[in-house]
């Protein structure tokens, strides 16, 4: 009797006793903006799509077997791991050294640490319009820097060129992305007990010793956490490369989700896009779950 | 091996004087206790010394040489810190070994002082663990060990012993004795607990809010107490204390508390009517059943009451009231003395030490 005047005579699993009802907005906006979608995706993805006709027919496998032999895709899965690769590198070992430099109470540097964050509120496209200015071979800061120091001729701009068209993206992304490396290892150096480090001093380490010895092992986790975070960002790049070159010049720039946007918008062929998004996807889930399998990161 | 030499040495944190101006010389090979309550400085100058504190004013010297501003990695020290500072992600081997591999010293003689080193602290079966995977004592051995594999100049320890069961503690500072006078390098040692620090010295050093109060050997300090707080700090059971004021009568000083008469030495430097303290070390206050007869006072003191006997074995403890105040003494004698039972207490006027009830100096 008691037990039902407190409950309303609501079944227990309604009740605020249960983890049921706290856990269903989340839930929901999860299976309606997160996995709704996918499942549309692949659903969409065993459709073959005529866009002349604007016809689907039912053809499971008809996408899928396009995807293995279209070579536009493999040169996309090497241009996406080229990109995330050199960028996660850069950003990884810009982000420790600014960090360390930021991980000292000398004064002034708490400003620094706040200028840090800037970067990261810019929306990603305003960042890509940003460099692509920077970059304009007549008026353009970068371009015109790279002239006086005779680094670069006006008749290969930077975004034009095969061969720099890939890192004048990446620069973008370091500039964009590295105060996150930087936030997350100054928080990882931040709590770092300090006893040991006193102790290595006097076990005779210096302090190149002591980082390689000690701060790096120590730090691991985070490191692992963090590469991991930005990893899976960068395999999926988009807005830098639709507004800086948009996959050009030819598909020198082109990722994977440039082209799954390419083949939606310019070629209307919704099925073929949604698999080469799929496709993008299964690649982030292998690589990543591969990585937390070798680096053992436990959430 | 080195001697130390520490000169006008403050530390201020802040607007906080915690050090205030030491002058300390430790010679070569000594085995030297810092001794003092906890928070007076005694980590503050260990750390000093191992140059991981900022020196405030004054100097640090090694052999003569001036290292104040050499780094602590080049001082060519080891030290035990009080919270173990050990290195989560390495095993014990490792732990143990690192200044070793940080010199590119062989292999081998890396294993053999590892070795020697565990065997010494009963280490041996946890070689391959992580810190995490030992208890608190055996992670305070590790620190130890990593100590100990060292041929360091000076031994730095910050309250090694402090989170050993009483039985381990025992046995390793028989242990830190005996490598002590094998190894001779000097020493530096840091405790709150005077058991310690009198057993294991070669000289104690007592500290109080941030200054040295008295420093000699153990039995130096002792006996020879400069001051209350020395007194009450070093001994257990600690000095009896009742603060009295100097009476006379018939000619004869007597030390008066309330309706107590304690008598004094002949050569008691009081004056009538001053406030003092009257200390008598338990081992010096004889317990009765009877009023002794080759007492060598013309006082006799009012009879105590025994409140309790502990037996240790060796030799008993009588705590018991004197005129209200609370005393000790100790007899080599198994004593079965009840509760209630009325006693006659003499002290060894040879043995008394008397202070000076305002400034708490010994007279
Ligand atoms: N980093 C610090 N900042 C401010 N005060 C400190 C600091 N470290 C120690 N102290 C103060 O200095 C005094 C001595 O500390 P410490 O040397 O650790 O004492 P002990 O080792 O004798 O217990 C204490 O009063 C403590 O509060
Ligand atoms: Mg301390």
Redesign the interface.
Known sequence: MAAQAKSGGLPRWLTSEHPLPWLFPVTSLLIVFGLYPVLYSLWLSFYKRNPATRTEKFLPSFNWNKLIGDDRVWDAVQVTFTYAVIALSIQLVLGMLIALLLDSDRKGFGVFRALMTLPLVVPPAVTGMMFLLMYDSSFGVISNSLYALNLLSPDKPILGTGSTALWGVIVADVWQWTPFMVLIMLAGLRALPR??F?????????SI?SFF??TL??MSKIIALAVLVRGIDLFRIFDYVKVMTDSGPGTATETLTAYAGTVYFKSANFSYASTVALATLILVLVVSTVFIKIFKIRF | MASVKISKLEKQYGLLKVLHSLDLEIADGKFVVLLGPSGCGKSTLLRMIAGLEKITSGDVFFDDVRVNDVHSKDRNIAMVFQNYALYAHMTVRKNMAFSMRLKNIDKKIQDEKVAWASSILGLDDYLDRLPKELSGGQRQRVAMGRAIVRDPDVFLFDEPLSNLDAKLRVQMRTEIKDLHQRLKTTTVYVTHDQIEAMTMADEVVIMQDGRIIQSGSPMEIYDNPNSLFVAQFIGSPGMNIIECDVAEKAGVKSANHESLCLPLPSDAKVEVGQKIFYGIRPEHLTANKEPSAESNSSLTIEPGVVRVVEPTGPETHVYSKLAGQDVCSISRERITWSPGEAIHLQPDLQHVHLFDGQTQVAL
């Open positions: 006893e040991p006193e102790a290595a001093s006097i076990d005779g380490a210096s010793q010895f000690l092992p120590m």
